[in-house]
């Protein structure tokens, strides 16, 4: 068990983080100066499922397609080297290759989930914590992760390597949830965001902007995608109505697999005209 009176201090900006009672049993504390949310999960278990994987293969299909259309947006360089680190299916990595690019992946293989023949097949793939690889330096031109830096444990470490193997004018992108989400202020223990065990903190923009400047990094920009996660609304509300744990969590069920393509169209209609409900903050960065 933790120390009651036990004090943290902010991993971005050393400040002593105060501690936010989301509800009379769960605990998050955030940074007074930052903004940035850290999770104790003996803190703040917030109903936690067993497992790390608790998502949707179609409802990531879509929003790797999407996530991948910004992507080649952002860097329109051709014949790129990339590095993912968080592949998952590996389904960005495969529209990368078939575009013509070198493909490279990190992953921590935890979510027992199968990889994408043409990845496995095309891709140089490492298995194991990010912190423990080694990569050259300014090796590529792309690095990116989606949904991954909230879950690592020495996130200044890993920032520090990407800023080494990215190439002068490289870009670092990835997507993460964000701290200063509204939808973590309505739902509090609800939030799905909360439901996965080994999500460690969450970025505020000031928090992530520090600390990719101690990290070396330019041109930092920071954005809301409303097309990103875009059932989390739909599934806290589900978690707030039915607090029962459940080993892979509330997208296990099929019944909630339709409520979530017939409210869609709703929560996509809440974001457009109150994007800050949205629980992802997506950020660039230039080496």
């Known amino acids: 068990m933790q120390e009651k009176n036990k004090s943290y201090t902010c991993e971005v900006c050393n400040t ?3 501690k936010w009672q989301i509800s009379p049993d769960n605990v998050l504390l955030q940074c007074p100066n930052c ?33 991948y259309r910004q992507l080649v947006r952002i860097i329109k360089k051709t014949d790129k080297n990339i590095l993912e680190i968080g592949f998952g299916y590996g389904d960005i990595l495969a529209k990368f290759f078939q575009n013509g690019d070198k493909i ?5 293989d935890a979510l ?27 090796e590529f031109d792309l690095i990116y992760a989606i949904h ?9 470490n890993v920032f520090d390597k990407c800023y080494n193997a990215l190439k002068k004018d490289g870009v670092l992108f990835f997507i993460t949830p964000n701290a200063n989400s509204k939808g ?16 460690l903190r969450f970025f505020s923009e000031k928090s992530i902007s520090l600390m990719l400047n101690k990290s070396g990094f330019k041109d930092i920009k920071t954005s ?11 599934n806290s509300l589900v978690r707030k109505i039915n607090k029962k744990s459940k080993t892979h969590g509330a997208l296990n069920s099929l019944l909630v697999k339709i409520i979530n393509i017939a409210l869609l169209p709703f929560s996509m209609f809440i974001r ?16």
């Not at 994408?116 to 793939?125: A, F, H, Q, R, S």
């Not at 991954?148 to 200044?156: A, Y």
Request: aromatic share 10%.
């Open 16 to 18: 002593e983080m105060k």
């Open 35 to 67: 903004l940035h949310i850290k999770r104790d999960i003996e803190l703040c278990n917030a109903n936690a499922r067993e497992h790390a994987w608790g998502g949707s293969s179609f409802f990531d299909k879509i929003r790797n397609y999407l996530t």
């Open 104 to 108: 490279n992946g990190v992953d921590l």
């Open 112 to 138: 027992d989930i199968s990889v994408n023949e043409i990845v496995k097949k095309n891709g140089t793939l490492t298995f194991g914590k990010v912190e423990e690889v080694q990569f050259n330096d300014e």
């Open 148 to 156: 991954l830096v909230e879950h690592l444990e020495d996130i200044k």
């Open 184 to 199: 973590l202020k309505i739902f509090k223990d609800s939030w799905w965001n909360l439901e996965d065990p080994t999500h």
């Open 224 to 234: 809301i995608p409303i097309w990103d996660s875009v059932t989390v609304e739909i």
């Open 272 to 287: 457009l005209f109150c994007s800050k409900i949205s629980s992802s903050l997506m950020v660039i960065a230039k080496k």
